[in-house]
């Protein structure tokens, strides 16, 4: 059975710094990953996903991850936060059966 | 397109009443799902469905039922409320299963006193 997880309940950092926020799964076949990003008080949007291709992907806001095969992980970074993505951010997976799976979240706090 | 949407907003229930929380989609989606998010569990699928007329189980169905009659429409229904069942839910949609992005309903608060 697939799982994922966000060892990082909460990443606090400072305004202009990069954040990684960390990303494991684990499947015995091949994956679809995904960011998602929930502001408070809000539904939860995709920053980003990984389907086939290049493993480092590119999204929305300025945020990238690397899907690494080996290591089976899916990191969430951005070299230079704002206040603005002070969110919480949940990875996914799917293995291309019906159900997508998500981590239990990390909290991006970044203060000025 | 108004996207996914979710009524009502809020709702609190007595401990043995039931209610149907509603969803609907305009974007002509076949697949739609219902999550419960409870502080310091992510998201946890409840029942989803691929297509008008089939549903089927998710991660924590136990205390729910859905139904799917139309493709727009994917209403949960919660026959007799528990405390365990306070959570907020949310609903989503997809143009496919597990590849495709999914759009997300802003989400049905639930407090069962």
């Known amino acids: 059975a697939q799982s994922v997880t966000q060892l990082d309940s909460q990443v606090p950092v400072f305004e202009e710094a990069p954040v990684e926020l960390r990303c494991n799964y684990s499947s015995s076949v091949s994956v679809y990953l995904f960011w998602y990003v929930q502001y408070p008080n809000q539904g939860l949007q995709l920053l980003l996903k990984?389907?086939?291709?290049?493993?480092l992907v590119k999204g929305i806001n300025g945020f990238e991850a690397e899907f690494n095969k080996s290591q089976t992980s899916f990191h969430l970074r951005k070299p230079s936060v704002h206040i603005s993505d002070t969110a919480e951010y949940f990875c996914a997976v799917s293995d291309n059966t019906d159900k997508l799976i998500f981590g239990t979240g990390t909290r991006l706090q970044v203060f000025p | 397109n108004a996207g996914v949407t979710q009524t009502p907003k809020f709702q609190v229930l007595k401990t043995g009443q039931s209610m149907t929380l509603q969803c609907a989609q305009d974007?002509?989606?076949?697949?739609m799902s219902w999550y419960r998010q409870d502080p310091g569990m992510g998201l946890r699928l409840i029942h989803y469905s691929v297509g008008a007329g089939i549903t089927d189980q998710g991660e924590v169905p136990n205390g729910y039922n859905v139904s799917r009659s139309t493709t727009e429409d994917f209403p949960l229904r919660l026959l007799s409320a528990a405390p365990s069942q306070t959570s907020v839910y949310f609903c989503?949609?997809?143009?496919?299963?597990?590849?495709?992005?999914?759009?997300f309903g802003p989400g049905t608060r639930l407090t069962v006193t």
């Open positions: 989503a949609s997809s143009y496919d299963r597990g590849t495709y992005e999914q759009y």
């Open positions: 974007m002509n989606h076949e697949y």
């Open positions: 990984y389907l086939s291709g290049s493993t």
